[in-house]
């Protein structure tokens, strides 16, 4: 069966430190992956997705993700945090059918 | 171009009864998908919906049921309702199904059942 972890559910960094966002995830085909940003009271966005090719996606607001067969990982990362990036981080696989499965999310706080 | 739009943003119902909740999605999606997330856990997946079919069910009771409407909006019911069932329930779309298409997600529905 399909499934997302997502082993952190708090991180906390310093604005202008780092991020690494960990996903491993169980699938028996060729996965495809997304990571989702939610603000509070607020639906999902869309940072970026995986279906094939360069394993090392680009997506908005600076974020970047490392697909890794061997690990069957896919960690989320930002060079340099902004305050505005604290949220819930949600990573998902999606199958065949367009169904989703959703880690159980990794809460960010920026402190100043 | 609007998003998706679900309505109502905040319902409060009691134990028993029936309730339903609304999505549109983008313009020109064909692919709609619930999903409820309870509070501090991930959206779960309830249905999926393109051109009017069930394409997908997550392991939801029967009190749960869809439709998808010829202009692709949908609605989610839920009978019977159970304190457990407050959550914030999340309408998505995509152009169409299959894992390829990235969702877009509304702001949800905010279910209290008291």
């Known amino acids: 069966a399909q499934s997302v972890t997502q082993p952190d559910i708090h991180i906390t960094v310093s604005e202008g430190a780092s991020l690494e966002l960990r996903c491993n995830y169980s699938y028996g085909a060729t996965p495809y992956l997304f990571w989702y940003v939610q603000s509070p009271g607020q639906g999902l966005q869309l940072l970026l997705k995986y279906f094939s090719g360069d394993t090392l996606v680009q997506g908005i607001k600076g974020f970047e993700a490392e697909f890794k067969r061997s690990q069957s990982s896919f960690n989320l990362r930002k060079p340099s945090v902004h305050w505005s990036d604290a949220a819930e981080y949600f990573c998902?696989?999606?199958?065949?059918?367009?169904?989703?499965?959703f880690g159980t999310g990794t809460s960010l706080t920026v402190i100043p | 171009d609007a998003g998706v739009t679900q309505s109502p943003t905040h319902l409060i119902k009691t134990r028993g009864q029936h309730v339903t909740l609304r999505c549109s999605p983008i313009?020109?999606?064909?692919?709609v998908s619930w999903y409820q997330q309870v509070l501090g856990q991930g959206p779960q997946f309830i249905f999926q919906y393109y051109e009017k079919e069930e394409r997908g069910r997550g392991n939801f009771p029967d009190r749960f049921s869809a439709r998808q409407f010829p202009n692709y909006s949908s609605e989610l019911n839920v009978n019977a309702l159970l304190l457990g069932d407050s959550a914030l329930y999340l309408c998505?779309?995509?152009?169409?199904?299959?894992?390829?298409?990235?969702?877009?997600f509304g702001d949800g529905t905010r279910l209290s059942i008291l």
């Open positions: 998505a779309s995509s152009l169409v199904t299959g894992g390829l298409q990235p969702q877009h």
């Open positions: 313009s020109g999606h064909k692919s």
């Open positions: 998902a696989v999606g199958i065949t059918g367009n169904q989703f499965y």
